[in-house]
């Protein structure tokens, strides 16, 4: 049971690149999420899904897209890369609608130069 | 909307006393759970413990209680015993859902407390 993993583990981007981050979970979890954390300002989501065909928006989706064709993948793109996407990234899956806790990924660390 | 506070940027306790976090909430839903994780300096983010906004008494894990206070929208974390191990970044979170007919459910964090334990 590898529970939920990220790939890649690090990144470095130039301004205007594209690139997806990848995140799978084999705990057959409904529920996914993305988020970044900035120092000082914990993890901010960006988007999250509640099922395969179904996502939405979170708290600062701006310059990122997801899809969720798989219950077991959740990418997250990144079409045109700006420094101010330089953060530590983190995937996770849970239950859907129940008020248990969220698995993390290690997290991928992305530079935009 | 959803909203986490945690006042405390940095917390110092000394080694084997207790030491509580801040956290309080803002939510409209009379439905909602709070968490806490722990996050290291190697980066991994770990549950530590869970209150539920209908739940009458206190959560408690091992050395990890939460001082739920619907009323004040506060959920404290008290960590009792501190160990060296315990020095860390700790994050209250929030998770909210309408209905199992609607996609909303999201799950928000506050910014997190810097805990540094001394020997």
């Known amino acids: 049971n590898a529970g939920v993993t990220q790939t890649p583990k690090f990144q470095v981007l130039k301004t205007g690149q594209s690139m997806t981050l990848q995140c799978a979970q084999d705990?057959?979890?409904?529920?996914m999420s993305w988020y970044r954390q900035d120092p000082g300002m914990g993890l901010r989501l960006i988007h999250y899904s509640v099922g395969a065909g179904i996502t939405d928006q979170g708290e600062v989706p701006n310059g990122y897209n997801v899809s969720r064709s798989t219950t077991e993948d959740f990418p997250l793109r990144l079409l045109s890369a700006a420094p101010s996407q330089t953060s530590v990234y983190f995937c996770?899956?849970?239950?859907?609608?129940?008020?248990?806790?969220?698995?993390f990924g290690p997290g991928t660390r992305l530079t935009v130069l | 909307a959803q909203k986490i506070t945690q006042t405390q940027p940095g917390m110092f306790v000394q080694e084997k006393e207790a030491v509580t976090l801040d956290c309080t909430y803002d939510t409209s839903d009379q439905s909602y759970g709070l968490f806490w994780y722990k996050q290291p300096s190697s980066g991994e983010m770990i549950f530590l413990i869970y209150?539920?906004?209908?739940?009458?008494q206190n959560a408690t894990e091992g050395r990890y209680s939460l001082n739920f206070q619907k009323a004040r929208k506060s959920a404290n974390l008290v960590i009792s015993a501190s160990q060296l191990g315990d020095s860390a970044m700790y994050f209250c979170a929030m998770r909210e859902y309408e209905n199992m007919k609607t996609s909303y459910d999201k799950v928000i964090f506050g910014p997190g407390t810097s805990l540094s334990v001394i020997p």
């Open positions: 209150q539920g906004s209908y739940d009458e």
């Open positions: 705990m057959n979890h409904e529920y």
């Open positions: 996770a899956s849970s239950v859907r609608y129940e008020y248990n806790e969220q698995f």
